[in-house]
């Protein structure tokens, strides 16, 4: 009987359903490019057969990860080692592409061989060598979609290959990248003699643990492991499945509430047809039984349609992206099973309270229902038109409604405030400095990328118009016992930009091998100045601890431009440089200066050069997928609402049109009605918007990185989503309505 009653009502059940479907297809592509990511990255480790690997330790990614090769040289000779290979991976904008994942290998390398040449050489053989142009290898996938063949160049940031090779290895994630000898790859990245991890092939497992031994023994400031427990600690793979279930979990959340409000209007349009079934004997929890079940099937058909709505998503990124090495064959059984899971936990939710509600009404009072109106008893407000006191009226429809767009929006400008406010903190950074110009690399995929030789930085300097010139390195390291990421900062002891940093105690860096750390981090770990502070394997001692009117600098530490180019294995590179000029007013002009001059990297105005950066380009293209992700939800949802509500009110609209209402009024009625719920919702969305961010702040080590900046925009942004999203649920309930004949209406039962 549940299913002829979803069928009964095709159009409710359908737009409910379409609602739960786009939060499942969310989980579902989002999971599958996370589970192709460490899909990938096992199948890389893995499948290179070795038995060990040596690894910078809490790196946050392999990516990030800096050994000196002459590790490997060294333990080349060990008699425990039958074979032993580097491996560099980074990644970086290749033409069109802002993300190319690249392999940099030694070309006698063991692991080279699970490499199969589909077309062309390989980089060792004579044809490679006589290229014109560094020789590269492209993945079958990154070929196709970067359009190359045979012979043709690729571009890479600032460096241009010629094509000799592609090649297939059977996983997503490497087919999608690019295969390079390890010293152009070391070239392109920025990293000489640097690499990422040694794989390692012992002479006999029996010697494993001897290796290990003396490994530790002789570099204790690196990481061994085997291959599968390596895999499976690389943090990437942990904050990717942190943003799937962050994003889903939002879409899930406002389809579920959908669903109890399409449940609820669900019971009230059949409130006559449960009271003749309980008039005949049915029991209440057969009632209850009944509208559960409805609410578990729509949310199971919801799961079905988000899993097509996925694998399409990811089929269409697959033919136009290399992101992540994206493809639908990652939709693996245990992600169906997870969104399955939770699309039925969603139905019994969504369905508790409707179910519930149906089953405790009285068969007598049920009967006497008149369809299409609002019984008996009647709510007047002392104030307000028509459309206010039929929002009134029916207060739980009304309140679900808002509960919808209020969770919409609020998630949005919630989200909107912190991207806002981190934007205005790292602009603090470099305006508290009073500098006029910042420059980094050209053409890279992230900032964290960028490396600028120091020669360059010199040039610069030398430049009359500059007075002082700063430089500045950045990067992150996993720290686990801090509750997630150590930001580290390279700076001059002599330059300008280090001094905006106020030591409370101590003093500042005045050499190698110091660091000074962060008020913050410091009472988290109980560091004290003189204390030893371990990173990465990198021992410092603390010279001083200081506070920012930043609150993430407070979650890291600064060292010498020397330390950090060693720690991350980038010797005379910088991430960036800070200009200050002899005189402000030229500053548009020196940027354009050394733009043409230096072709090797960006310089931008201070005020301008955030917006500038591909991360923050990156943030933007998310911010946009997440609004428009709540927005379609949410549209849906006040969709069924105010749908349902001109089914509700049929009987009520026939009485206006046999009165003498033309449908322009009715119609005029109806959207104000999704108007004024887009802004009440609007209202309470920007509420829970302060309180989203104030629970988030009030979270250990989390909050203390968040500065949520509510600019007078952002308010005006909340309620033009609220509006959309009442124009986007009413404008076709509205026609609807005016499409209503009264000798019809007044019949609806």
Known sequence: MFIKNLLRRKIRTFLTILGISIGVAAIIGLGALADGFEIGYQSMLTGSKADLIISQPDAVDISYSSIDQEVGETLRAAPEVAEISGMLQGFTQAESEPFLFVFGYPEDSFLLGRFQ??????????????????????????????????????????????????????????????????????????????VSIFYIRVEDPSLTERLIQRVERRFPDLSISGVDEYSKNQNMQDMLRVYVWAIGGLAIVIGGVGMMNAQLMAIMERTREIGVLRAIGWARWRILRMILLESITVGI??????????????????QATLFFGVDPSN????????????????????GIYPAWRASQMKPIEALRYEGGSAGAHIRRLPIGGMAVQSLWQRSGRTFLTLGVIALTVGA????????????????NVFLDTNIEVIIRQADVADTSLSAIDQRIGAKISAMPEVRSLSGYLLTAVSMP????????F?????????????????????????????????????????????????????????????????????ITIRDAQAFIGRPRKVTMYMVKLVDPKYAESIVAEINQQFPEVHAALAGEFLEQMPDMQSMDGMMAG????????????????????????????????AVGWRRRRVLGLILREALLLGLLGGSIGIIIAFSLVKLLQVTPMIGTMLDASWEFDIFLRAIAIALLLGIIGGIYPAFRATRLQPVEALRYE
């Open 117 to 194: 040449i589909k077309e062309g050489v390989d980089l060792t053989s004579p044809e490679a060598q006589r290229s014109h142009g560094d020789p590269v290898l492209l993945g079958s996938a990154a070929a196709e979609i970067l359009n190359k063949e045979i012979g043709d160049s690729v571009r890479m940031a600032n460096s241009a290959f010629r094509v000799v090779g592609i090649y297939e290895t059977g996983d997503a994630f490497e087919d999608s990248g690019a295969l390079l000898k390890l010293e152009d790859a070391q070239e392109l990245l920025g990293k000489p003699r640097q």
């Open 301 to 318: 058909l919801g799961g079905c349609l988000g899993i097509l709505l996925g694998w399409l998503l990811l089929f269409a990124l697959s």
């Open 331 to 350: 939709i693996g059984s245990n992600l169906i099973s997870q969104a399955f899971l939770v699309v039925v936990i969603l139905g019994f939710v969504g």
């Open 412 to 427: 949005i400008i919630a989200l909107e405030a912190i991207v806002r406010g981190f934007t205005k903190s790292f602009n």
């Open 481 to 488: 016992e801090a509750g997630g990421y150590f930001l580290l």
């Open 490 to 558: 390279g700076l001059s002891p002599h330059e300008l930009a280090i001094q905006r940093y106020n030591v409370v105690e101590g003093t500042p860096i005045s050499t190698n091998h110091q660091i000074m750390i962060g008020r913050m981090i410091a009472d988290s770990l109980n560091l004290e100045v003189g204390d030893t502070f371990n990173l990465s394997g990198s021992r410092f001692r603390i010279s001083g601890i200081y506070e920012s009117n930043v609150g993430w600098e407070e979650m890291g530490g600064i």
């Open 626 to 657: 997440i609004s428009f992700l709540a927005i379609l939800i949410g549209g849906v949802g006040v969709l069924n609402t105010m749908l349902m509500s001109v089914f509700e009110r049929t009987r009520e609209i026939g009485v206006l049109r």
